[in-house]
């Protein structure tokens, strides 16, 4: 009776060591998806500040060039 329940005992050890294998692969595959997260989220948002960067100047620009537009046709209209 009590080799059975130690064969048994032994079993249930070898599925837990397995559990807790495939638990610590798990956990570093989280680890790994959290650093490449991370990566990828500082990435976009130094590129979000320099499409903002970009988007600023382009409006400035077009201002710039509608207003030149503008007085071009209120000089043209005085002549």
């Known amino acids: ?3 059975l329940s130690e ?3 032994d079993s249930l050890e070898d599925v837990k060591n397995e559990a807790e294998a ?3 692969k798990e956990l570093s595959l989280l680890k790994w998806q959290e ?3 991370k990566f990828a ?3 976009t948002g130094g590129k ?3 499409l903002q960067g970009n ?3 382009l409006e400035e620009n077009l201002k710039a060039e509608r207003d030149k537009i503008q007085d071009s046709k209120t000089n043209s209209q005085r002549v």
Do not use: H, I, P, W
């Open 22 to 24: 495939y638990m610590l």
């Open 7 to 9: 064969k048994e005992r």
């Open 48 to 50: 979000m500040d320099e």
């Open 1 to 3: 009776m009590v080799k």
């Open 35 to 37: 650093k490449a997260t």
């Open 55 to 57: 988007v600023a100047t």
């Open 41 to 43: 989220l500082d990435d």
